[in-house]
């Protein structure tokens, strides 16, 4: 843990608001928090403390995790114990998630003595505990919507079907490549059939890094088949402890499920969606064990932006993982022009979609957000016009004229998901010209 903080942000009853303050001095050229100085302050600081107006407190702590991001923990100790918390990027640091955090440690450090714990071991399952169970948001266990326009993709779905053999499919491409869509559009070409197995889902988002939250979404997604499937698991995470020798490990609470799991009749899979948010070192560390352990009835479905980090190479050479990534997901030529002459009435037979590919590479959203603009104009020549502007080869010297629709999503999904220090040399490798495309 670290020294003293040299700054503390607390509730000032005088000026009632929340300030910061230097070696517990009020200072005017500090920022107010939660105003825009608030984020670009905290862009240049790596620790601070923090009092909630209720009362309780915790050291503040950017750090940095596995492939380079950067994230903001909440830190508390007592009686030799310490615990920690997922507070997301800076981005995420209000003052609202910093009272939920402080509230949460609280809870979590009952008056007993216990081991601190370290950042390469994961926390004991109470450790995270409150004091009021957490609700599981319903909407989150089940497949999303499927857009209006699609295609059938049978070459995906037959190696879907295939990698139902093995205890894991992992997923990874970048956003707009239909990971989701292809998933949830298998699911519901299917489902009805007598043989195809029962499906768990959980949509993760960064709330998910909390442990507790995490395994609590997961169980409740594998009784998709049977309730009772993970019921002693659920309890111990839901009862606390009647003395510190009985706090159970994660490895007792996940061998409790797998050996639920083992029980099961029929085939039944997990999809775990959006994987790549999952930043908590200790959440890959509990899911790695628990996919090291699989019984044969279950097959977990991972959909994440990149590869996580599991021991891929320990379980490909086993013949464990069956994969799929970006150049199996990209549209080919006849699936480019099987969907836009769904999506956009007035394209020709003989349109000019050669140039799509050039521009876009088969890139599904982009293809998708396209869609959108060609919908818009009336006539056949207008459509045919727009894609020859598309060419990379009409003017070696500039970049093909893409819609803001495109823009707008390259900024919000792919440019907004690097760690912000790749962000911000982006922004000024651009510069200039391109300055419009990448502001907030």
Not at 21 to 28: A, E, H, K, V
Not at 306 to 323: D, I, S, V, Y
């Amino acid at each position: 843990m670290p020294r003293r903080a040299t700054y503390h942000v607390q509730w000032s009853s005088q000026a009632h608001r929340y300030e910061i303050q230097l070696d517990y001095t009020p200072s005017p050229d500090l920022p107010i928090p939660d105003s825009p100085a608030w984020f670009d302050w905290l862009e240049e600081m790596g620790s601070f403390a923090f009092s909630s107006q209720a009362g309780p407190h915790c050291t503040v702590l950017k750090e940095r995790v596995q492939r380079g991001g950067m994230y903001w923990y909440g830190y508390r100790s007592r009686d030799g114990r310490t615990i920690k918390r997922y507070l997301g990027r800076t981005k995420d640091l209000s003052l609202a998630r910093l009272e939920e955090v402080a509230a949460l440690l609280a809870d979590g450090l009952p008056a007993h003595q216990g081991k601190e714990m370290t950042r390469s071991q994961p926390e004991p399952a109470h450790q995270s505990t409150h004091s009021s169970p957490m609700a599981v948001l319903a909407s989150k266990l089940h497949p999303p919507h499927l857009p209006v326009t699609l295609i059938e993709r049978a070459r995906l779905f037959a190696r879907l079907e295939t990698a139902l053999s093995l205890p894991l499919t992992l997923i990874a491409a970048p956003a707009g490549f239909g990971k989701t869509t292809l998933v949830t559009q298998w699911i519901a070409e299917h489902r009805t059939e007598d043989t195809f197995p029962a499906v768990g889902w959980v949509s993760l988002d960064a709330n998910e890094n909390d442990l507790l939250r995490f395994w609590r979404y997961v169980i409740t997604a594998c009784q998709a088949q049977l309730p009772s499937v993970g019921a002693g698991a659920l309890a111990l995470l839901s009862s606390p402890p009647s003395s510190p020798l009985t706090i159970p490990s994660w490895e007792t609470i996940l061998t409790l499920l797998l050996n639920d799991l083992a029980q099961l009749q029929h085939l039944q899979f997990l999809v775990l969606d959006d994987y790549h948010v999952i930043v908590e070192p200790a959440v890959h560390e509990t899911l790695t064990f628990f996919l090291d352990h699989l019984p044969t009835r279950l097959h977990v479905l991972l959909l994440s932006r990149a590869e996580p980090p599991f021991p891929l190479l320990h379980w490909r050479a086993r013949g464990h993982l069956g994969e799929l990534h970006m150049t199996d997901l990209r549209f080919s030529s006849e699936e480019t022009g099987t969907f836009l002459r769904q999506a956009v009435p007035a394209l020709s037979p003989n349109a000019p979609l050669t140039q799509l590919d050039a521009v876009l590479e088969g890139w599904p959203a982009g293809l998708r957000l396209l869609s959108l603009t060609l919908q818009g104009l009336r006539t056949t020549q207008e459509v045919e016009a727009f894609l020859r502007s598309l060419s990379p080869h009409a003017d070696p010297f500039a970049p093909p004229a893409l819609p803001r629709s495109l823009l707008d999503y390259l900024v919000i999904e792919i440019l907004h998901a690097q760690p912000e220090p790749l962000q911000h040399f982006l922004r000024y490798a651009c510069g200039g010209a391109s300055a419009c495309f990448f502001s907030d």
